[in-house]
């Protein structure tokens, strides 16, 4: 698990502004996965990456855009946030066949939109 | 898409009880089903995993049990201590979607003394 790290830890910030969160990997994992948690919704997927330069939409992808140009970092970048963005974001990575089923979180990163 | 759900929604157990979380999932077509354990303000930690193709799998006191037809698997937890006390999650994936996990709710379970 301390494979992958997250940045920042805690962040507050306006409404309307933009935020980028950042996710890293030590592992070289080819998939890469945001999701948020909010209270009696679990764990819900935003985007998610197969490989450098390839990102797809998750259950929950409006008001986000990820970019992944090396394969160790995805980072998510809210482009004008709103409350309803408060959350908890966890960014996991996971390998391909093999073994690979496995997912792996990061730390966290606890956003709140005032 | 996939479908999970997940019950209950929270449990109480004694110390040394054992407890049981029950998953349903919709797509037949899901062959992996890990359970995550989370702590208050930490990550999602994976305790256990099972593939389609095995029907039960054991680690100490955790087991997790699935049966294909029914589309349901369960985590099962003996001789519980303090310590189980953590929300509990249950994941399907299918591997045409690439092996996107679809998450349970979760499970507050709460052992007591």
């Known amino acids: 698990d301390a494979g992958i790290t997250q940045s920042p830890r805690y962040k507050i910030t306006e409404t309307g502004r933009q935020v980028t969160l950042m996710c890293h990997q030590t592992?070289?994992?080819?998939?890469m996965f945001w999701y948020r948690q909010d209270l009696g919704h679990g764990l819900r997927l935003i985007y998610y990456?197969?490989?450098?330069?390839?990102?797809d939409k998750g259950e929950v992808p409006d008001g986000y855009v990820v970019s992944r140009s090396k394969t160790e970092n995805f980072p998510l970048t809210l482009e004008s946030a709103t409350r309803s963005q408060t959350s908890v974001y966890f960014c996991?990575?996971?390998?391909?066949?093999?073994?690979?089923?496995?997912?792996?979180f990061g730390p966290g990163t606890r956003l709140t939109v005032t | 898409g996939e479908n999970v759900e997940q019950h209950p929604s929270t449990l109480s157990v004694q110390e040394g009880d054992s407890a049981v979380i029950k998953c349903t999932y919709s797509?037949?077509?899901?062959?992996?089903f890990p359970w995550y354990k989370q702590e208050l303000g930490k990550r999602p930690q994976l305790i256990i995993d099972?593939?389609?193709?095995?029907g039960e799998k054991k680690d100490q006191r955790i087991a997790v049990t699935l049966n294909k037809t029914a589309k349901h698997f369960s985590l099962h937890i003996t001789e519980t201590q303090p310590e189980d006390s953590a929300v509990y999650f249950c994941?399907?994936?299918?591997?045409?979607?690439?092996?996107?996990?679809?998450f349970g709710t979760g499970t507050r379970l709460q052992v007591t003394l």
């Open positions: 990456s197969a490989a450098a330069d390839i990102t």
């Open positions: 592992w070289s994992h080819s998939y």
């Open positions: 797509d037949s077509a899901s062959n992996y």
């Open positions: 099972i593939r389609s193709n095995v």
């Open positions: 996991a990575a996971r390998g391909t066949g093999g073994e690979g089923y496995e997912q792996y």
């Open positions: 994941a399907a994936s299918n591997p045409g979607t690439a092996s996107k996990l679809t």
